[in-house]
């Protein structure tokens, strides 16, 4: 028999963000409850699910940009990021984002400037998360793990900019997928080669150990030219999934359906 032992108690020094928990997602994975209170955090769960594929339906062929919240107007690494949104746009990419500021905002600003569609998926947080001003449509998720399947599964390709735990939680997230053949064979484009030069360090040191295969390294693009991302997106998205510029399917609007328009 296992012996429960009391939770610990959180220390004074924690961020408020950790010590406040969202109610739904820390009610979900906090043990067994009732099986009442289990079935109405399924439903919520589900409820998050429906809210993301009624709004989301439409939007076309995405690609998902993960990237800082941190990194403000002044940083460099938010124009390179606003960039990258024109470049996906100009593609006939819809431009996809976590929703928040920082360079999610920068790359939904980008599709705007280009005048393309952007859309997001965001998330509730205990210090709340706005959703930026540079959105087609957005919806905000109660759970993380629902957002993140909201954000893989409407897109052809995965643009990681340099952030922290979020951005290589959700990049490593789309890594292990593809390398299991959950998903396909989708690009994965890693932005700043100097920022990200230890984690290629670290994920050679993985293949020398037999953690992983070399050829795991195949999984992604490491790069500074936008211009080889383009190519790279256009020879293993565009061409590879024969996908079309602005290819959506029908909404009916007796369904309460909106079509997404730039």
């Known amino acids: 028999m296992i012996a429960l032992s009391p939770p610990p108690q959180q220390s004074a020094s924690l961020p408020a963000a950790t010590q406040s928990p969202g109610p739904a997602e820390h009610a979900l994975l906090s043990g067994p409850h009732s099986r009442l209170r289990e079935l109405w955090l399924l439903l919520g769960a589900v409820g998050d699910f429906l809210r993301g594929f009624r709004a989301l339906h439409f939007v076309g062929p995405c690609v998902t940009v993960f990237g800082s919240a941190r990194f403000g107007p002044e940083h460099p690494y938010y124009q390179l990021t606003r960039t990258v949104g024109q470049r996906l746009s100009a593609m006939g990419f819809t431009v996809m984002t976590g929703g928040g500021p920082g360079l999610m905002a920068a790359a939904n600003r980008g599709a705007k400037d280009a005048h393309g569609a952007s859309v997001a998926c965001n998330i509730r947080l205990p210090v709340e998360q706005q959703p930026n001003p540079?959105?087609?449509?957005?919806?905000?998720?109660?759970?993380?793990?629902?957002?993140?399947?909201?954000?893989?599964?409407?897109?052809?390709?995965?643009?990681a900019m340099p952030g922290g735990m979020g951005t290589v939680d959700e990049l490593f997230e789309a890594l292990t997928l593809i390398q299991t053949h959950k998903i396909a064979p989708f690009p994965v484009v890693l932005i700043g080669t100097s920022y990200w030069q230890p984690l290629r360090r670290f994920l050679n040191e993985m293949i020398a150990a037999g953690a992983i295969e070399a050829n795991d390294m195949r999984l992604m693009l490491i790069t500074d030219d936008l211009d080889e991302m383009a190519r790279y997106l256009e020879?293993?998205?565009?061409?590879?999934?024969?996908?079309?510029?602005?290819?959506?399917?029908k909404a009916r609007r007796w369904l309460g359906e909106r079509p997404v328009t730039a």
């Open 134 to 159: 540079y959105l087609d449509r957005w919806i905000t998720c109660e759970h993380l793990f629902v957002r993140k399947v909201l954000l893989f599964k409407y897109s052809y390709a995965f643009v």
């Open 235 to 249: 020879h293993a998205a565009v061409q590879r999934f024969r996908l079309r510029a602005g290819a959506r399917p």
